[in-house]
């Protein structure tokens, strides 16, 4: 990964996007907090150019007192897409933004049922009925279960979503279970 580089805004970063969104294997883009004084394309504002290239945000390293670096990287095949990552493209279409590679990934995602599929954000995301059912089942694992943070507690939720059958999804249930049963977790 080539070192951090900063854009002072956004028509900034679109420019390099366009340029070098083919050929880069990444960007590293420090971003200055507001009150560093530093004009700076916001993480808000960079996602957005990410997805309009095609490109798809990672994650976000300390820099300094003053900046962060935020890892942005071209979207793997058949990487998925969270919801929110939806809505914004979404909005990008509608606003005109999207170039014809963010569009590429868009209509792949659509033919292979990953867009219908996007996954929720930590914040709303829920696990299955079936899992609580199985949950209930099981003593040992329902207490370990009640004490796990954010993190863990949406690496389940996570797992359980993606499943793409029912089968796999049924599998992962036992497999989680029994890891709480033993104490396990994922983080």
């Not at 050929?23 to 808000?44: E, M």
């Not at 943070?149 to 497999?175: C, F, G, H, P, V």
């Amino acid at each position: 990964m080539p070192e951090p580089q900063s854009f002072r805004s956004s028509k900034e970063l679109r420019a390099w996007m366009a340029k070098e969104h083919a050929r880069a294997r990444g960007l590293l883009l420090r971003i200055y907090k507001k009150d560093s004084g530093v004009p700076s394309v916001t993480y808000a504002e960079a996602l957005d150019q990410a997805l309009c290239f095609g490109w798809i945000d990672g994650k976000k390293l300390p820099f300094d007192a003053n900046s962060w670096v935020q890892k942005f990287t071209p979207r793997r095949a058949k990487s998925g897409w969270s919801k929110i990552n939806v809505a914004h493209v979404d909005r990008l279409i509608q606003e005109g933004q999207m170039t014809p590679a963010g569009l590429k990934e868009v209509e792949a995602a659509k033919a292979d049922g990953r867009w219908t599929t996007a996954y929720d954000s930590s914040a709303n995301a829920t696990v299955p009925p079936e899992f609580i059912e199985e949950l209930a089942r099981n003593a040992k694992a329902k207490q370990f279960y009640a004490t796990l943070n954010k993190a863990n507690l949406y690496s389940i939720a996570y797992r359980l979503q993606t499943a793409k059958r029912s089968e796999t999804k049924i599998k992962r249930i036992k497999l989680i279970i029994d890891m709480l049963a033993r104490g396990e977790k994922f983080h």
